[in-house]
């Protein structure tokens, strides 16, 4: 119930498009995929970030839906800060792996549905299942590689396994109602700023930037283990790195890019 009330914003524009006929916009059907940089290579990636010279061999993440809004959004807006406020235009609403070191699009399973009314904001869903649920055992970023420090030389060999449970959600802070720190603010990427029009059979392009997951991590400072890989990215928020990556996973910023390609004639 609490999913399909999140989506009701979609369904309803749809219908008042559909209904009217006199806005000049229209329903559309159209593709989605996810692609890596242009630069990259599936299974050995190597790039320079800072002070690092990182390979990685995996990285990847599932996504288990995409939306797309006309409005940007206004402090306050919506009955959770997982809504975007306005119309939402698009949505994709099927997810699957993606490996962001593919330069490659991969398709989505399922076809996207949505208008021509102009998106001007996007959200990108890690979850795969209910938004809402306190667990998910989804993994929703798997990563391998090895970082060397172009300051002592040090090498560091590392990978890490994500998931989003209640655990990441923050304590609630005194007088804080029950609530007010839904699991969707913690697997919800959103606002991811664009600038598209969906149109009949394009394809809706999430491109995926493996490095910038990386933004200020310091490899030097993640735990060891015995079992394998050395160094390890753990699954929660008791080290400084972890969280970084965490950061970056679930930041509106340069990992998440849409692009829309119109359909060839």
């Given amino acids: 119930m609490r999913r399909a009330a999140l989506l009701a914003p979609l369904v309803l524009a749809a219908s008042a498009v559909s209904c009217t006929g006199t806005t000049g916009y229209q329903l559309v059907s159209f593709y989605a995929a996810a692609v890596g940089p242009a630069d990259a290579t599936p299974g050995n990636y190597a790039f320079t970030l800072g002070r690092w010279q990182i390979t990685l061999t995996k990285a990847v993440i599932h996504i288990g839906a995409m939306y797309l809004d006309q409005s940007l959004p206004t402090s306050g807006a919506g009955p959770t800060a997982c809504v975007l406020n306005g119309t939402y235009v698009g949505e994709v609403r099927g997810g699957q792996d993606f490996d962001m070191l593919s330069p490659t699009p991969q398709p989505f399973p399922v076809a996207g549905d949505g208008s021509t009314l102009p998106a001007a904001v996007g959200q990108v ?30 090498s560091y060999d590392f990978g890490g396994d994500i998931t989003i449970d209640k655990s990441r959600a923050p304590a609630q802070v005194g007088s804080a109602l029950p609530g007010s720190n839904p699991m969707c603010l913690q697997r919800i990427v959103t606002p991811i700023l664009t600038d598209i029009t969906l149109g009949q059979s394009g394809t809706l392009l999430l491109h995926l930037d493996p490095k910038a997951l990386f933004i200020n991590v310091d490899f030097s400072a993640l735990p060891s283990f015995t079992a394998g890989p050395k160094y390890g990215f753990t699954n929660d928020q008791s080290n400084q790195p972890s969280i970084n990556l965490y950061a970056n996973l679930r930041a509106a910023g340069p990992v998440y890019r849409f692009e829309w390609v119109n359909a060839t004639e």
Avoid: E, Y
């Fill in 125 to 154: 869903w890690l979850t795969g299942s209910d938004v809402f649920a306190d667990s998910d055992p989804t993994v929703v970023l798997s990563v391998r590689g090895t970082a060397v420090s172009m300051t002592d030389g040090k």
